[in-house]
C-alpha cells in the first residue's frame, strides 16, 4: 500500500498544463438535467492528462453513477478556456490550477468561483537534459538555454519557484525560452533546440524512449507540496445544487483512495480506455513516476497553508495583484464530508 500523506481568465495562462495523450470527451449543454435518473453533470478538465489519475479511475470505476451523477468530461485545452466555460455557465464545474481562481476574483464579485476540492498535491513537470546527468544540481542550469512554460501559468511559476530557492534569478542566470507553443516543447527539444526543457508527461517520457531526452530532476519533487490542481464552481452553483458537489466530490474521493491502495500497474489498467492512444506499459510507467513522487492527496481538502503557499509562488513570480482571503474562494465542508472527517 502506498504511503499516505496529510499534508483568468488573463492570456498568460493560456497553456496551463497542457499534456500528451489529450482527448475531448465531446462538447453538450451544461446543466443538472436528469438523465435515467442521474443529475447530468459537465467537467471541463484543463487537460486530460495521466497526471489526473483519480479522476479518470473515478469514472472508469463508475463512481460518479454511483453518486447519482452522469458526467459528460470536457477538455478545455488550457486554464483560460476552462475558466471561461464555467464563468458563462457552460460547465458545471472546472478543474484548473487554483491561481486562476485568484487573477478573476476581483474580476466577478458578485459570482466569483470557489474551490472545493483539490487532486494533485506536486507539479507534474520534469526537467529533461540532452544526456544523462547522475549528478545534477540546479546549478548546472547557469548559462543554458531551457524552453520553459508560458509566463503567468503554473509549470513556469514554480519552476522560477525552484530556481530562486537554489538562488539561481530565471531572467539573468539562464535563457529561458517561454515562446514555444505548451505542448510543443518536447519536438522543438527533439529537434534541436534548447540545452534543457520543461516537459509533462508523456513528453518527458516519450523523450527518454526515443533517446532524446533524459530525466534529471522533478519540479514536484523541487517544488514541495503546492496546490497544483483543483475542483471549482461559481458560488450561484455551489449555492443552488450542493448535493451535486458533495456527491461530485465523493466520487473522486473514492477515486483517491483507489490509487492510494493500488499499485501502479493497477492505476494503469482502470484509466487505461481513457488513454486509447497510449500503450498499457507506457501508462504504467508515468502512473508509476507521478505514484512514487506523492503526486495525489490521500483526501481533496484544499488546506489553508496551501492555498496561502500558492499566493506566495504568485507574488514571486509578479502575477499577485493583491492578496485573496483564503475563506472567499476555498470551502472544505464537501471535501471533510467525502473523507469522513
Same mark, same amino acid.
Given at each position: 500500500?502506498?504511503?499516505?500523506?496529510?499534508?483568468?481568465?488573463?492570456?498568460?495562462?493560456?497553456?496551463?498544463?497542457?499534456?500528451?495523450?489529450?482527448?475531448? $470527451?465531446?462538447? =453538450?449543454?451544461? =446543466?443538472?438535467?436528469?438523465?435515467?435518473?442521474?443529475?447530468?453533470? !459537465?467537467?471541463?478538465?484543463?487537460?486530460?492528462? @495521466?497526471?489526473?489519475?483519480?479522476?479518470?479511475?473515478?469514472?472508469?470505476?463508475?463512481?460518479? $453513477?454511483?453518486?447519482?451523477?452522469?458526467?459528460?468530461?470536457? !477538455?478545455?485545452?488550457?486554464?483560460?478556456?476552462?475558466?471561461?466555460?464555467?464563468?458563462?455557465?457552460?460547465?458545471?464545474?472546472?478543474?484548473?490550477?487554483?491561481?486562476?481562481?485568484?487573477?478573476?476574483?476581483?474580476?466577478?464579485?458578485?459570482?466569483?468561483?470557489?474551490?472545493?476540492?483539490?487532486?494533485?498535491?506536486?507539479?507534474? #513537470?520534469?526537467?529533461?537534459?540532452?544526456?544523462?546527468?547522475?549528478?545534477?544540481?540546479?546549478?548546472?542550469?547557469?548559462?543554458?538555454?531551457?524552453?520553459?512554460?508560458?509566463?503567468?501559468?503554473?509549470?513556469?511559476?514554480?519552476?522560477?519557484?525552484?530556481?530562486?530557492?537554489?538562488?539561481?534569478?530565471?531572467?539573468?542566470?539562464?535563457?529561458?525560452?517561454?515562446?514555444?507553443?505548451?505542448?510543443?516543447?518536447?519536438?522543438?527539444?527533439?529537434?534541436?533546440?534548447?540545452?534543457?526543457?520543461?516537459?509533462?508527461?508523456p513528453g518527458a517520457s516519450t523523450l527518454e524512449k526515443e533517446g532524446k531526452g533524459y530525466v534529471v530532476a522533478s519540479l514536484g519533487?523541487?517544488? =514541495?507540496?503546492?496546490?497544483?490542481? *483543483?475542483?471549482?464552481?461559481?458560488?450561484?452553483?455551489?449555492?443552488?445544487?450542493?448535493?451535486? @458537489?458533495?456527491?461530485?466530490? #465523493?466520487?473522486?474521493?473514492?477515486?483517491?483512495?483507489?490509487?492510494?491502495?493500488?499499485?501502479?500497474?493497477? @492505476?494503469?489498467?482502470?484509466? *487505461?480506455?481513457?488513454?486509447?492512444?497510449?500503450?498499457?506499459?507506457?501508462?504504467?510507467?508515468?502512473?508509476?513516476?507521478?505514484?512514487?513522487?506523492?503526486?495525489?492527496? #490521500? #483526501?481533496?481538502?484544499?488546506?489553508?497553508?496551501?492555498?496561502?503557499?500558492?499566493?506566495?509562488?504568485?507574488?514571486?513570480?509578479?502575477?499577485?495583484?493583491?492578496?485573496?482571503?483564503?475563506?472567499?474562494?476555498?470551502?472544505?465542508?464537501?471535501?471533510?464530508?467525502? $473523507?469522513?472527517?
Amino acid at each position: 500500500m502506498k504511503k499516505q500523506h496529510t499534508t483568468i481568465l488573463t492570456a498568460s495562462l493560456a497553456g496551463i498544463l497542457l499534456l500528451g495523450s489529450l482527448a475531448a $470527451a465531446g462538447c =453538450g449543454n451544461s =446543466g443538472s438535467a436528469a438523465t435515467d435518473d442521474l443529475t447530468k453533470v !459537465t467537467l471541463n478538465e484543463v487537460a486530460h492528462s @495521466i497526471f489526473y489519475a483519480p479522476q479518470y479511475v473515478a469514472i472508469e470505476n463508475g463512481y460518479f $453513477a454511483e453518486e447519482g451523477i452522469d458526467l459528460e468530461l470536457v !477538455t478545455g485545452f488550457g486554464a483560460d478556456k476552462t475558466m471561461t466555460a464555467v464563468l458563462s455557465g457552460e460547465a458545471d464545474i472546472g478543474f484548473m490550477g487554483s491561481e486562476s481562481s485568484i487573477y478573476v476574483y476581483s474580476q466577478n464579485p458578485d459570482d466569483y468561483i470557489v474551490n472545493f476540492a483539490q487532486l494533485t498535491q506536486r507539479a507534474g #513537470n520534469f526537467l529533461v537534459a540532452r544526456q544523462p546527468m547522475a549528478d545534477f544540481e540546479w546549478v548546472d542550469l547557469k548559462s543554458k538555454d531551457i524552453l520553459g512554460g508560458r509566463k503567468g501559468g503554473m509549470p513556469q511559476m514554480v519552476f522560477e519557484y525552484i530556481l530562486k530557492k537554489h538562488n539561481l534569478d530565471p531572467a539573468t542566470d539562464m535563457n529561458i525560452d517561454q515562446s514555444i507553443d505548451f505542448g510543443s516543447t518536447a519536438a522543438a527539444f527533439s529537434g534541436g533546440q534548447g540545452d534543457f526543457t520543461v516537459e509533462f508527461e508523456p513528453g518527458a517520457s516519450t523523450l527518454e524512449k526515443e533517446g532524446k531526452g533524459y530525466v534529471v530532476a522533478s519540479l514536484g519533487v523541487d517544488s =514541495g507540496y503546492v496546490p497544483y490542481t *483543483a475542483y471549482s464552481a461559481k458560488q450561484s452553483y455551489l449555492n443552488a445544487h450542493p448535493e451535486i @458537489i458533495q456527491g461530485f466530490t #465523493n466520487a473522486l474521493q473514492k477515486g483517491m483512495d483507489y490509487v492510494q491502495s493500488h499499485t501502479p500497474a493497477e @492505476i494503469a489498467k482502470v484509466i *487505461a480506455p481513457q488513454f486509447a492512444e497510449t500503450d498499457l506499459e507506457d501508462i504504467t510507467t508515468i502512473v508509476t513516476r507521478y505514484y512514487e513522487q506523492d503526486t495525489w492527496k #490521500n #483526501n481533496l481538502i484544499f488546506e489553508k497553508r496551501s492555498f496561502e503557499l500558492l499566493q506566495d509562488i504568485l507574488a514571486e513570480a509578479g502575477e499577485l495583484g493583491e492578496r485573496v482571503p483564503y475563506e472567499k474562494l476555498v470551502t472544505t465542508e464537501y471535501a471533510e464530508k467525502a $473523507a469522513g472527517k
